[in-house]
């Protein structure tokens, strides 16, 4: 990309007509009160292709709402004579009408679901809860509220009085009135009267408003079915379940926010979630990519239109389903908050500058074969022994085991952190390199793209190359099409080649995001599906605020003072020893 201006441009208009109408939503709606009702609608529901192919099937309720509505109505007298089966039935029609799915407490078991968010799907028509006695799931209808705020009912109208007859309220009351000997309609006497009052015109608006809300609606979970025609396995089967299942599966494994981001570097989630909305300040770059690549048949598979549509599914899924997953994974790469205070240490632009991509290059390097933790580590220490004109003994005794170092006799600084199994080549060599020349020297795919995506937005970030590791590989399907037996590593160049594109355009941009935020939420979504089994949601800087903490406690010194010695390069982040 030799010329950044027609570059921007371009994105620009790409993502105009889709991306800017989605943030204005997405702002205006973390502008409302915290305790203000969300928008339960769901995740697809303003989007065309899905009303469309609805059609034929809404336009067969709306038959069978005006055709059985009489039955249903004398249903409606029945009950409120005392005939519970009239009740049930009635529920039955109206839940048909409607279009609405209860999920089977077998299918919810089979897939695998540990347990449900109750507050992510208080106000859906899908709505589960789960028996804490038995642990089974006990699936619950949907209150007058929700259809009423769905239908847009009025409370005097035939809708809004539909609506009460699906609320489990009166059911349960009368239930339990019943086994007391008052009788079922003493209890819902009060409640049936106004429903029963309701004349056959107004049943018939109730149903055909129903039958028209239909694509409006939570619809049956789809089934688990590959969308990659012609794929070699179904390698990760979790990440084609049904879009919100995925969501609500990952927003279990959220940790909560660390009091330790907002201590040390004034910020929250959501305000790292709002930094990545906007776009990069540099296109960008990967050394290892060719410049008339020839592709890959594994990308291709991926790319297809059913894949392509299933990724936007769940990308919007999180917005519903998953809000908190959404909210820490959308900001995960951003730093600049970091940045921001080694400017105030330093007071020089340059030299704020040469510290803080000495410390992402380091760390960025140290990502491959460690989880984000080891990462930090092992990156600042190798940050600070170079500093101090060491970096050889980490190259030498950096990837040993710690209990190991410590058997040796080494100095603290070489105790502290993680080893790891090749240290050498996959690591302290580039770092090597990088520090002997100031250029990142790996042709490798992932690394130069996490680097890039992880600077500070002031020195040039980057958002539009998904950094492709290998849970975002699995979730996207390369796992099920690649003929090689390492079929869940991460991206090559030639694949990458291919999928930078597809994924900034035809998904993140579909679903108003950048191409590395959208990478990071898709992380966490398919991440219960391609293996993480850790707590997810804490952007990386939230990570690094909890390792200076250790720092604090292992240097038994202030974690401000921890901080700003690890920003500077004279402390390694975390490292306290377990007991």
Request: without cysteine; hydrophobic residues 40%; charged residues 25%.
């Amino acid at each position: 990309m030799a010329d950044d201006a027609p570059f921007y441009a371009n994105r620009q208009r790409r993502l105009a007509e889709v991306a800017d109408r989605r943030r204005a939503a997405r702002r205006a709606r973390l502008a409302e009160d915290e305790g203000e009702e969300s928008d339960d609608r769901p995740f697809y529901a303003d989007r065309q292709d899905r009303i469309a192919e609805n059609a034929a099937e809404v336009t067969a309720q709306r038959a069978y709402a005006r055709e059985n509505l009489p039955d249903a109505s004398g249903r409606v007298r029945n009950f409120f004579k005392g005939i519970p089966s009239g009740f049930a039935g009635f529920i039955g029609d109206l839940q048909s009408l409607a279009g609405g799915a209860k999920i089977n407490p077998m299918q919810a078991a089979t897939m695998g679901i540990p347990h449900v968010n109750r507050q992510a799907l208080d106000a859906s028509m899908n709505r589960m809860g789960l028996d804490t006695v038995s642990r089974t799931y006990d699936p619950q209808l949907p209150t007058t509220e929700d259809f009423g705020r769905m239908l847009g009912a009025d409370p005097e109208s035939g809708a809004f009085m539909a609506g009460t007859f699906l609320s489990p309220d009166p059911f349960g009351a009368a239930g339990d009135v019943a086994k007391a000997g008052a009788g079922v309609a003493t209890a819902a006497g009060p409640l049936l009267t106004r429903v029963a009052k309701a004349t056959d015109d107004e049943m018939a608006e109730a149903a055909g408003r129903l039958g028209d809300a239909a694509p409006n609606l939570v619809p049956p979970l789809r089934p688990n079915r590959s969308t990659i025609r012609g794929a070699e396995r179904k390698a990760y089967p979790g990440i084609y379940d049904d879009p919100r299942l995925v969501a609500m599966r990952a927003e279990q494994q959220v940790a909560p926010e660390s009091p330790a981001l907002g201590r040390l570097f004034d910020v929250t989630r959501r305000d790292l979630a709002r930094l990545a909305e906007e776009p990069g300040s540099a296109p960008g770059f990967l050394p290892g990519v060719a410049t008339n690549p020839l592709g890959s048949a594994a990308a291709e598979a991926v790319m297809k239109p059913a894949n392509t549509r299933r990724l936007v599914d769940v990308l919007d899924a999180t917005e519903t389903y998953a809000p908190r997953l959404r909210e820490g994974m959308q900001g995960w790469y951003i730093t600049e908050p970091a940045y921001q205070r080694l400017l105030e240490l330093t007071g020089d632009p340059a030299e704020a500058k040469r510290r803080f991509d000495q410390l992402n290059v380091l760390t960025g390097m140290a990502s491959p074969g460690s989880n984000v933790v080891s990462e930090l580590q092992r990156g600042s220490a190798a940050n600070m022994l170079h500093n101090m004109g060491r970096f050889d003994e980490f190259l030498r005794y950096g990837g040993l085991p710690e209990g190991q170092r410590i058997s040796m006799g080494l100095p603290s600084e070489m105790t502290s952190f993680h080893g790891h199994p090749y240290h050498r080549t996959a690591q302290g060599m580039p770092m090597q390199q990088f520090l002997d020349t100031g250029d990142i020297q790996l042709k490798s795919p992932k690394v130069p793209a996490y680097i890039q995506a992880s600077r500070a937005h002031s020195l040039g970030r980057q958002s539009d190359i998904p950094v492709g590791d290998a849970h975002w590989s699995r979730g996207i399907g390369l796992g099920d099409t690649r003929t090689s037996q390492s079929f869940g590593a991460s991206v090559s160049n030639p694949e990458i080649a291919q999928l930078a594109p597809w994924w900034r355009d035809k998904v993140a941009a579909e679903a108003g995001l950048e191409a590395v935020p959208a990478q990071a939420i898709a992380w966490g979504a398919f991440g219960p599906s391609t293996g993480v089994e850790t707590m997810i949601g804490a952007p990386k800087l939230e990570i690094l605020a909890d390792q200076i903490m250790d720092t604090a406690a292992r240097m038994r010194i202030s974690p401000e003072e921890a901080r700003d010695l690890v920003l500077l390069g004279k402390a390694q982040a975390g490292g306290r020893l377990a007991n």
